[in-house]
């Protein structure tokens, strides 16, 4: 495993409310990611992942710090990475096999190689058959998937997923799981997963960032050790259980305090109607 | 089942008009309908029949579709560049919003007559006239496309390395496609609309000089029969709308053509 490929250095980032507060989003965060791993960022709702994850993949920029990919500063977006939102963000317009394509079409790859490169991706992940149809004939399991080598087809050299499986039933997501276990030990790729499921980073990871409640920063760093290659069946083992008590004991605190903080405000603004 | 039920669609409708056109017809005959006012079926499609046996009729008509068409090609192409381009830019739209909402809130219909004295008796009035018109329909549909491209996978194309000028052409306008279709065939009927308009102000051919014609005359037979033929017009090129809606909108779970 190589080279620190992502380097974060201390970034802030906070945003206006409507009300006119600012809020902090994260705060003072500094990591690395390493080529080829595979890295999960958890922390209870509304710490700042998403931001975190946006920030990453360079869609938004940090009010503060730097992050460097490759050594580069992310300046404009970066061209190389894949990005996995928690929405549907097929093109709906667009058949199957149009939608793998696309990131190939967006780097003028020719049609032919274009066509050759996602048949290839939907044979492997069990798609044939579905080419042309559109993706509101196809369940959420199979969009995800779509959605999955759409990212793979362009060959990113990392793949951010912010909660990609959230909305899926449990046995849907098992083999998505497994789809990318599989994915990652043949292609090694970087890539980087924002899940508030604990098991699913646990199950994936190489690593797995704690992150505290708002403003986010990171709590602590744990490092998998399970066995590769893995799959989902991993949870069944008692290594895996014992991890998982300890970032649930960690992660629990932090839940608690998010949710204070939320009793803390909803008190404040209620004394405020009140005494107005 | 579904083509069973298609069927029995159309012995209705068949039906429906059957029973309308034959109680007009009767109507007029016993004297129900004085046939001055109401005219009669027969009467109307004799009159069609007389314009088109002695091709009176097709100047009129042809003027009219140029004018409908151009109006709405012009109109077509500009809504949709100035809605994209308003669209694309906020700020400008926002400045521009009490100007436009302003000429919008016009009716048009009354300010036809300065068409007419801003471009002359011809056919260029009637154009303008219904250019205007579509690009307004057109123009408000594309820019509410604009507004609603899904978030989500214009974040997710630039982070596939897309860049502003194919973001625009491989999401903005593909999804902003419905709502054009939306405009476009709203301006269908008013396109003709604004033509006839124009004609019924100034002109000396066009369907709705034949109209005004006719109805100087107290011939309602022959303003029925022009009618019949606007109709006849909107109808057509709405079905060839929906041809191409149902080639634009395959991914559309409603719109797709039961099998």
Redesign the interface.
């Known amino acids: 495993m190589g080279f620190k490929m992502i380097n974060v250095q201390n970034i802030n980032k906070f945003f206006i409310s409507n009300d006119g507060k600012r809020i902090d989003a994260l705060r003072e965060m500094n990591f690395h990611i390493k080529e080829g791993e595979f890295i999960s960022i958890v922390g209870p709702s509304g710490c700042g992942k998403t931001t975190l994850l ?1 920030i990453l ?3 938004l920029k940090p009010d503060s710090g730097q992050v460097l990919t490759n050594y580069v500063l992310n300046k404009k ?1 970066n ?7 928690q ?8 058949t199957v096999i149009k939608n793998v394509e ?2 190939l ?3 003028d790859i020719d049609s032919k190689r274009r066509k050759k490169i996602a048949q290839d991706l939907i044979e492997r992940t069990g798609l044939k058959g579905f080419e042309k149809s ?3 004939e196809l369940s959420g399991g199979m969009k995800k998937r779509v959605a999955f080598i ?2 793979l087809a ?1 060959n990113p050299s990392i793949i ?1 997923m912010d909660e990609p499986f959230s909305a899926l039933d449990v046995q849907t997501r098992d083999m998505l799981e497994d789809d990318i276990l599989h994915i990652w030990d043949e292609t090694k790729k970087t890539m980087v997963l924002v899940t508030h499921d604990l098991s699913e980073a646990i199950a994936l990871s190489d690593r797995v960032l704690l992150m505290t409640s708002r403003p986010g920063t990171i709590k602590r760093e744990y490092v998998i050790g399970l066995p590769r290659p893995r799959t989902t069946e991993i949870r069944l083992a008692p290594e895996f259980t014992n991890i998982l008590r300890d970032i649930w004991n960690e992660l629990s605190v932090e839940v608690k305090k998010s949710l204070e903080d939320h009793e803390d405000s909803a008190v404040k603004t209620k004394s405020k109607s009140n005494s107005a | 089942m579904r083509l069973k039920l298609n069927r029995k669609v159309i012995v209705l409708r068949v039906l429906i008009l059957a029973f309308f056109f034959l109680s007009w017809e009767i109507g007029g005959r016993t004297g129900a309908l004085d046939p001055f006012f109401f005219s009669k079926p027969s009467d109307i499609v004799k009159d069609l029949y007389g314009l088109f046996y002695s091709g009176r009729i097709y100047p009129h008509l042809i003027i009219t579709i140029q004018e409908m068409m151009i109006g709405l090609l012009l109109g077509l192409l500009s809504g949709i560049l100035v809605g994209v381009a308003l669209g694309k830019s906020e700020t400008f739209a926002r400045a521009l919003d009490p100007v436009i909402m302003g000429l919008y809130a016009i009716p048009k219909i009354a300010i036809a007559p300065l068409f007419i004295l801003w471009f002359g008796l011809g056919i260029t009035a009637k154009i303008v006239f219904a250019w205007v018109i579509v690009f307004f329909l057109v123009f408000f549909n594309t820019y509410a496309g604009m507004r609603s491209v899904n978030q989500d996978i214009i974040d997710a194309v630039r982070a596939m390395g897309s860049n502003e000028r194919k973001l625009m052409t491989k999401v903005l306008l593909p999804s902003c496609i419905p709502w054009i279709l939306v405009g476009l065939r709203a301006s269908l009927g008013s396109a003709l609309v604004a033509s006839i308009v124009g004609e019924f102000i100034a002109s000396d051919t066009g369907l709705g000089y034949l109209i005004l014609e006719g109805s100087n005359l107290f011939k309602t037979s022959r303003v029925l029969s022009i009618v019949l033929i606007l109709s006849a017009i909107v109808v057509m090129m709405d079905s060839c709308l929906r041809q191409a809606e149902n080639h634009f909108l395959k991914w559309m779970p409603r719109i797709r053509d039961p099998k």
């Open positions: 946006r993949a360079g869609l977006l061209h190389s990475v894949g990005y996995m939102s929405a549907d963000s097929l093109l709906f317009w667009r696309l990131g079409e967006l780097r559109y993706p509101f759409r990212t362009y951010f």
